[in-house]
């Protein structure tokens, strides 16, 4: 909850705290905390790299496309988009 306070409504630390009832230090180790079990996912999950990845493949593809036959652009891209 404080992480959505801070990051898509834009509230400040005070704010968040006065709504959460909390002190402005235990919305800081509120978020502190939620950034450590973000950074163990993607640690785990990888998905930022995998997304960069497919990111640089989708670029190497549009800048090959005149050179491929169309069947197979048609079908790299709807793999990368999926």
Same mark, same amino acid.
């Given at each position: 909850?404080?992480?959505?306070?801070?990051? %898509?409504?834009? %509230? +400040?630390?005070? *704010?968040?705290? *006065?709504? %959460?009832?909390?002190?402005?230090?235990?919305?800081? #180790?509120?978020?502190?905390?939620?950034?450590?079990?973000?950074?163990?996912?993607? +640690? +785990?999950?990888? %998905?930022?790299?995998?997304?960069?990845?497919? #990111? !640089?493949?989708?670029?190497?593809?549009?800048?090959?496309?005149?050179?491929?036959?169309?069947?197979?652009?048609?079908?790299? !891209? !709807?793999?990368? *988009?999926?």
């Amino acid at each position: 909850m404080a992480c959505a306070m801070i990051l %898509l409504q834009d %509230l +400040s630390l005070s *704010e968040a705290a *006065e709504t %959460l009832g909390v002190s402005r230090q235990g919305v800081h #180790d509120l978020i502190t905390r939620a950034r450590e079990h973000m950074e163990g996912y993607e +640690s +785990s999950f990888g %998905l930022i790299a995998r997304r960069q990845q497919t #990111d !640089k493949m989708e670029q190497m593809l549009e800048e090959n496309r005149e050179r491929l036959p169309e069947d197979f652009y048609t079908t790299f !891209k !709807k793999i990368l *988009e999926a």
